[in-house]
Every structure is written in C-alpha cells, then in structure tokens.
C-alpha cells in the first residue's frame, strides 16, 4: 500500500467532534460518521482510509471494512464529481425512472455502477429515496431532483456538463402544495416548468 | 364516511368541520423550520407542559389513553411500549426516533424532517422525560442530506436555547440528541437492525427477546419509535388525550398522515383522521387517477395489494378494516397502479428491492428473496416461463411466510401473495404468450 497522508491528520477537532458524540464504551458507533467523512471527501473510500479508520478506533480493519460493505452509499472506486443516483423503485418507475435511466446510459455512455473515463458523472441505479409523490427522482450528489421529465433531465445534464450543479428545485404535493411557491428557485433550471 | 350532522362521534373524515391539521400544519411553510417560526407557533409548550405539569407515569397514560399505535408500520401502541421500560436503576437508558424511511410509498417523515424538525424534537423530549431517559438518538437515512442538514441547525438551535441540555425548564431533567445517519440500507428500519448499525455493526437484525427496553442500544434500555409517532406525541400532550382519541374507529384512534402515489393528479403527503376511506384520499383529495387504475397498494409496498374497485375504496383506512380485507395498513403509503402496468413487472419491481435489502442473514430470506424469487420474475419476464413456475414460485412465497428471521422475508413474500390472488391471469397470459397482457411499463413525462 502507497503511503498517504492520514485523512484525518489535520482534522483533528472535526475528529474530536464525532468521537464526543458517542460514550467512551460505544466508540464503534464513529465508524459510520468517519467513513462518511472521507466518502463524501474523496468520493470513495480506499483501503487506506479503512485502515486509518480502524486505527483510529483501535478496530481491525476487517470490522470497518464489514460495516463499510454492508452499504450502498460507501464506495471503494472513486464515484464521479456528479454521481447521479436514479431512483427504480415502483412509484419511480411508473413515473418512467426505468426510461430515465435508459436516457442517462445512452447520453452519459456509462453503465450502471461506472463512472466516465474523466471522472465527471458516475451512474447508480438506486432503490425508493422516499419522494414517491414527486416521481421520478434523481439525486445528484447530496441534492433531490424531483418530477424529473425529459425536457428537465436535459437542462440538468446540460448544466451538469458546465460543472454547473443548479440549485436542486423542490416539488411539493399534498398537504404541502403551498411550498411550491415558496420554495421554487428563480433562476434554476426547475423555473420553467413549476 | 358520511359526517353526523350534529358534529358528534368520532371524527373519521377530513370533511369534518371539526377536523383540524396539525402534524403537518408547517410543512411545506418557507422557514418553518427555525427555532424563531416554530417557538411563533406554540413550539415546546407541550414539552414544557409534560415536564414542568406532569410525570413520566402521567405522560405514559395520557398516551396510551389517547390510543396512538406506532406509525411506522407495525402499529404497536406507543403508550404500551413505553411503559415496557424497566424501572430506573441507575443505567444510562435511550430513546431512538426512527428516522430511517425507506419502505417504498412512505415518504410523509421525510417532510417533517425537513420543514418542522423542531416538531420531532419537541416529540423526543416528551418521549425522553416519559421513559426517563437522559438521550435520544435520531437514526436519519443517509439520502435525507437536507433532512439531516435542518436537523444539525435545528438540534444547534435548540441547545443554544436551552431547549436541550441540562436542566430543562427550569427542572432537574437533562436531555441531549445523538444524530446519526445511515447509509443506504432498508434493512435498518427495522428496529434491532438499526440498533446494530448504530454501535457500528454490520446491520443484520438481532433475535428478539431480549426486546429493546431490556437490551437495546450497548445492551442497555431502549425505545424506538417513529418521527410520526413523536410527532403525535406533541399533540397529545398539548391537547388531551381524548382529542386525539376523539377521531378514528374503535381499534385505530387520531389523526395520521396518508401517502399517495402513482398516477394520480395531486400525488402527496395527506393528513386525515383515521377511518377515512381510500376512496376520500385517492379521488377528493388526490384528484383521482389520471390513468385508468386496476389496483391499489394500501400501505408501501410490503403491503398486500387490493383491485381498484368500490368494495376496496369504500374501505376505511384504519388498522382493523385493512387487515380484514387482507391487507395492512402499514405506513399508509398509497400506491396506485394504472390498468395498462403489466402486474408481473410491477411485483417483480418489488421483489428486486426486498431482494437488494435482504442482508443475507438467514436461509429463508437469502435464498427465497434475494435469489429465488428475482430469478423466477427475471425468467416469465424474458419469455422463458413454463408451466409449474406459478405453482414453484407460490411455493417459494408461501415457505417465506414466518419463516425468516425478521419481518422482511414476509413483506415481499405478502404482496407476491396478493398479485397471484388478484391477477394471476397476467402471469398466466406471460406465461402462455412469452410476453406479457400489457406491454409498456413506464410513463415518463417529456
């Protein structure tokens, strides 16, 4: 193994703040947050960092490892800077996820579980993210994307490719219809079609 | 359901004059979600109420009075299991708030974390000072990043206020929150398999008993409900326990909140009194569907699905009339299927999401739905079916029913169950065509 510097070297107060979350007898309850942390950091998380994980909570890196593959959201290769994550599940896929999902392959020229060749987009088909009400879903990095239609899915692609991540539009229904109004971003690419 | 006129009886319509919104009255408000807005609105009266006015004996009673049954699903009533706490001995104890929303048609607690996060903090405060409990947890699904953003500010806020910490207006109760987030895993809804993913297992369920008031979080006592069921707790203290058993049926009191999906012309969030009826949901207040409807899934996707006909939509959506039409309420997460979705191809939707979120802990589920089950849907579905697969997979459905070591081997065992009950001639016409009655599978919008 390559020697790295330690993630955590100089994050020493941030490191301190997730082991005070927890009683000194559950400092094994760290391994979700820390790998968290170095996920949504470098987009992955390498042997390495499981090893200084394991360290850290004087673990052998078979447990954080274990605890690691149990997850979809940790990944061991490094996932695009836009890692799109659409949504298969039934209320989504009546909503056309499924063709959605076909749309992405066919434009981003990546499977399902790949990221391009230059690291930009990563694709995952993923199962309910509970916005069954405004299916079909598309998560973008941290962000929802809701009632995604084609017309919408092209204008995010398009920002996407200018390394432009537009401020996700919020769909409401319901009991919540009011919010529509209130939370719809001027400017977005979700205007047009409120 | 039709109204009295004279306004007496239960309340079981949102029709109702005398029904009010209330879990979900700041959902969906700009900036509801701050301290300022919600302490504007009322925010921690109840809280304070229950500990500055009351006992934790008292708290218990006044919810089990009011009849609120856990609305994650299971519907186990709230008041019951708290009282299953074992007496103070001096041992750290815990209360967790399920906040792990994965089954597939519920996504009512997501906008609560979102827009009134202070709401289900107030709940744990309530729920901590009534098991005596010194910390909560919220166990928050690692997708809810803004869910889990308002939270962090909310929990800030909250300290900075005094609002958690030590000494609670002005008494001896101290209280704080632990938020930790999950990361991808259906499987850490159900509540001993959060209880592992928390201590940073692997999140594999744990054999019950011991359940978690005797042994929970780091063995120690523990409850766990749900952030609806926090939510209703606020209530219930702020207004009286008979106000909340003033609405619903005999078995199934208070106000709860409806999900709708599928196509329908207003899909969302609803909150209704319980016992209004499918029909009040899906056509007043979702406007009807907008595609020919052949089938109905009453409460996320686990739940045997019902035909599309007035028999079922005249039905009330409470825990005892669900369950005697054989099926559950569950979350209440309302599913619509359009006539023209072959049924094979939705069920087999269902089957590969149970079938992702087995953890592979026990034989039943590993094998029968995580392998068996995907694979005889894969071969119908690709024109390869023969006959003896209905009977074979019948088989296979009917040998995961109470045989898994938790409840996810039933929930995709239950509503294969229930397609072959109602609609076992697609998957004869799949079998004996090579293709299935109804062809296009999706309706995406341009």
């Not at chain 2, 369920?205 to 011991?210: D, S, V």
């Amino acid at each position: 193994m390559e020697a790295v510097t330690p993630f955590f070297a100089d994050k020493q107060r941030l490191l301190e703040d997730i082991l005070g979350r927890y009683p000194e007898y559950g400092r094994r309850s760290a391994i979700m947050p820390l790998l968290w942390e170095v996920q949504r950091a470098e987009r992955c998380v390498s042997e390495a960092r499981v090893v200084e994980i394991a360290t850290i909570l004087d673990l052998h890196p078979t447990e954080v490892k274990g605890v690691m593959s149990f997850y979809s959201t940790f990944h061991e290769q490094p996932v695009g800077r836009y890692h799109l994550q659409v949504c298969s599940t039934l209320s989504c896929s009546l909503a056309g996820s499924d063709e959605m999902h076909d749309y992405l392959v066919e434009e981003l020229g990546i499977v399902d579980g790949e990221t391009d060749r230059d690291g930009h987009f990563s694709l995952q088909r993923v199962e309910c993210l509970g916005s069954c009400g405004t299916a079909p879903v598309l998560q973008v990095n941290d962000s929802y994307f809701e009632r995604v239609t084609r017309s919408r899915c092209r204008e995010l692609l398009e920002a996407l490719r200018e390394g432009k991540l537009p401020t996700p539009w919020r769909e409401r229904g319901g009991d919540n219809v009011r919010a529509k109004k209130a939370t719809l971003v001027s400017g977005g690419v979700g205007e047009k079609k409120g | 359901m039709t109204v009295a006129a004279d306004n007496s009886g239960p309340i079981t319509s949102r029709r109702d004059p005398r029904y009010q919104v209330t879990m979900y009255r700041h959902v969906g408000v700009e900036g509801a979600w701050k301290l300022e807005y919600y302490l504007s609105h009322q925010g921690y009266q109840a809280a304070r109420k229950a500990v500055t006015t009351m006992t934790p004996g008292e708290v218990i009673d006044q919810v089990k009075a009011s009849g609120l049954r856990g609305r994650g699903g299971a519907g186990f009533p709230t008041g019951v299991k708290w009282s299953f706490m074992p007496p103070v001995d001096g041992r750290q104890r815990f209360i967790v708030c399920n906040a792990d929303e994965s089954e597939p048609g519920s996504f009512k607690d997501r906008y609560i974390l979102e827009d009134d996060p202070h709401q289900l903090l107030e709940g744990l405060i309530i729920g901590g000072y009534a098991i005596q409990a010194s910390v909560g947890i919220i166990y928050i699904r690692g997708e809810y990043y803004l869910g889990h953003e308002r939270l962090e500010q909310a929990i800030a806020e909250a300290r900075e206020a005094g609002l958690l910490g030590e000494g609670l207006f002005d008494t001896d109760f101290t209280f704080d929150l632990i938020l930790h987030r999950g990361a991808g895993a259906y499987i850490c809804g159900e509540e001993t398999a959060l209880m592992n993913s928390f201590e940073g297992l692997r999140a594999n369920p744990r054999l019950k008993p011991p359940f978690p008031a005797q042994a929970g979080i780091y063995g120690l006592p523990t409850t766990i409900n749900n952030v609806t069921s926090f939510a209703s707790v606020v209530h219930i203290i702020e207004r009286g326990a008979s106000w909340f058993a003033g609405m619903g049926t005999e078995d199934s009191k208070g106000t709860k909140l409806y999900q709708v999906s599928g196509p329908v012309a207003r899909p969302g969030v609803y909150e209704m009194p319980m016992g209004s009826t499918f029909r009040e949901l899906i056509f007043e207040l979702a406007g009807g569907p907008t595609m020919e409807a052949k089938a109905l899934i009453p409460g996320g996707s686990s739940t045997p699905m019902f035909p599309f006909t007035d028999e079922y939509l005249d039905t009330p959506m409470d825990y005892g009339s669900i369950a005697r039409k054989g099926s559950m309420l569950g979350t209440g997460g309302v599913i619509v299927i359009p006539k023209e979705k072959c049924i094979v191809n939705a069920m087999y939707n269902v089957v590969r999401f149970y079938a992702h979120e087995s953890c592979g802990k026990c034989t039943p589920c590993r094998e029968g739905v995580a392998t068996w089950l995907p694979q005889m849907y894969r071969k119908l579905l690709t024109g390869r079916g023969e006959p003896g697969d209905l009977e074979l997979m019948e088989e296979v459905a009917g040998n995961l029913r109470g045989t898994a070591f938790c409840p996810l081997a039933d929930a995709c065992a239950m509503p294969v169950q229930a397609s072959f009950k109602h609609f076992r001639h697609e998957y004869e016409y799949l079998i004996e065509h090579g293709e299935p009655l109804y062809k296009k599978s999706d309706w995406w919008q341009s």
